[in-house]
């Protein structure tokens, strides 16, 4: 392939997982915050990321029209069935490159930090070779 074309094929990648990152991380939260409260409101979500009501709520609208969250005005936040498959698949995406970057010796702090970004852009074909790397540590 010449690197031209690479290239491009690198970058509508990226941009499409630039594309998604918020969503996932949006319905990821939702998962979590249910988890632990059993029940999600905007002014969570606001709180969790650090953002206004208003781009909270701005999200979670296009998230509903996409299908992945549900409510009501002043109702509690739901996961859709494609929310929650979503949600477990980044948890468990999250996860395995976390626990990847650990094996390699990175700090808590910073794996967190880094496996948040670094999970919205790790190939199947990557993570799968992350997640057989860690089967293989295991004594």
Same mark, same amino acid.
């Given at each position: 392939?010449?690197? +031209?074309?690479?290239?491009?094929?690198?970058?509508?990648?990226?941009?499409?997982?630039?594309?998604?990152?918020?969503?996932?991380? *949006?319905? @990821?939260?939702? #998962?979590?915050?249910?988890?632990?409260? @059993?029940?999600?409101?905007?002014?969570?979500?606001? +709180? *969790?990321?650090?953002?206004?009501?208003?781009?909270?709520?701005?999200?979670?609208?296009?998230?509903?029209? @996409?299908?992945?969250?549900?409510?009501?005005? #002043?109702?509690?936040?739901?996961?859709?069935?494609?929310?929650?498959?979503?949600?477990?698949?980044?948890?468990?995406?999250?996860?395995?490159? *976390?626990?990847?970057?650990? +094996?390699?010796?990175?700090?808590?702090?910073?794996?967190?930090?880094?496996? @948040?970004g670094?999970?919205?852009?790790? +190939?199947?074909?990557?993570?799968?070779?992350?997640?057989?790397?860690?089967?293989s540590?295991k004594?």
């Amino acid at each position: 392939m010449s690197k +031209s074309r690479n290239n491009s094929v690198q970058h509508q990648r990226t941009r499409h997982d630039h594309a998604s990152e918020r969503a996932e991380d *949006y319905v @990821e939260a939702v #998962y979590e915050i249910l988890e632990q409260r @059993e029940v999600c409101r905007l002014v969570d979500l606001a +709180s *969790y990321f650090g953002v206004s009501h208003v781009t909270a709520n701005r999200i979670v609208a296009r998230l509903q029209k @996409e299908g992945l969250l549900s409510t009501k005005p #002043y109702q509690p936040i739901c996961l859709t069935s494609k929310g929650k498959e979503l949600a477990i698949r980044c948890r468990e995406r999250h996860v395995i490159v *976390y626990q990847f970057l650990l +094996s390699l010796g990175v700090e808590p702090a910073i794996a967190a930090i880094d496996a @948040e970004g670094i999970e919205h852009h790790v +190939s199947q074909q990557t993570l799968a070779r992350f997640k057989a790397f860690l089967v293989s540590q295991k004594p």
